[in-house]
């Protein structure tokens, strides 16, 4: 695993251009998060995190889904940042990052998200992601194993369901009326920076992508949380089928009310759910959250961690 991991890593690193200069930040951030940049493969990376993070605080990486930024992810990590040392990065090529050149693919992706955490000096985290970030991680631990202590995978998107692309775009200008309005004036100009043709053929390698067999195959604690109002997956009836062919280590979490960008629409039901999640707690529903949706536990893997009674 390990050899795998260092062959992919220098292939990739070969690739390494000349360091660009750093752009400016933001003039107003977009939330509570401190807001700054580093360098990855000679890339200027932008990133959000925790502004002090507490001493010992477990690190928790948010990654974004395709075209987009991490700027939507925000609404559910600084609700998180005062429990974890989060992270929430633009990878290369996306929002206020740095074009990388030759248009990346998941594989790339993960390998990018390794050499960010090395530029913090991280050696392991939690990885959350949302529809593309979702394979992205995936695909992290599948090259990383030593280095993801659990995962969170939030409406995973990609693989069969979403194919052929007409249909994943009919799907996705469905979900688009189900999402709160302001998520267009947060995911449009991430949209429009990224670029049509970029977006397409991210779109395409997405697909192509075996989502369903990375996942089966992870082997840490994995939480897989979907809306029931969300048209880029199958029902939960399916999902719970699906998962209960195989001995795992996944907890498969329902959102109602939630369409596909529920780390958006809903951080306080998802930083409930994950909460709970980090601590092998029963998944309940957030008290503080009350008559805006419901969560519901619909599968729990044979060797996913048993809930505490105490």
Do not use: W
Not at 86 to 97: A, E
Not at 179 to 201: H, I, N
Request: with cysteine; charged share 20%; net charge positive.
């Amino acid at each position: 695993m390990m050899a795998r991991s260092s062959a992919a890593s220098s292939r990739h690193r070969a690739k390494t251009p000349k360091p660009h200069k750093s752009p400016r930040l933001p003039r107003k951030p977009a939330s509570a998060l401190a807001e700054r940049y580093t360098t990855v493969d000679g890339f200027n990376v932008f990133y959000r995190e925790s502004d002090e993070p507490r001493p010992g605080a477990r690190v928790m990486l948010h990654v974004h889904g395709f075209g987009l930024s991490g700027r939507y992810l925000l609404p559910t990590a600084q609700v998180l940042a005062d429990e974890f040392h989060t992270l929430v990065p633009d990878l290369p090529g996306f929002g206020r990052s740095a074009k990388a050149g030759a248009l990346l693919d998941v594989p790339d992706l993960a390998h990018a998200a390794a050499r960010f955490l090395d530029a913090k000096g991280i050696e392991r985290a939690t990885l959350v992601g949302n529809s593309m970030g979702c394979p992205v991680i995936c695909e992290f631990a599948y090259h990383y194993p030593e280095r993801i202590d659990r995962a969170v995978l939030v409406s995973p998107a990609g693989g069969i369901f979403n194919q052929p692309l007409r249909r994943a775009v009919g799907q996705l200008a469905r979900d688009g009326g189900r999402e709160p309005r302001k998520m267009v004036t947060v995911a449009t100009p991430d949209y429009l920076r990224f670029g049509v043709s970029s977006t397409f053929k991210m779109f395409r390698a997405l697909t192509q992508y075996p989502t369903l067999a990375r996942l089966l195959a992870l082997h840490i604690p994995t939480l897989v949380v979907l809306g029931d109002r969300d048209p880029l997956l199958p029902g939960p009836a399916r999902v719970q089928e699906v998962a209960a062919q195989t001995d795992n280590h996944v907890l498969v979490v329902r959102i109602e009310n939630a369409a596909h960008a529920i780390n958006y629409s809903h951080p306080g039901e998802l930083s409930n759910v994950i909460r709970l999640f980090m601590d092998d707690l029963p998944i309940v529903d957030d008290p503080d959250s009350p008559g805006h949706a419901s969560v519901y536990e619909i599968h729990r893997g044979t060797y996913h961690p048993p809930a505490k009674t105490d």
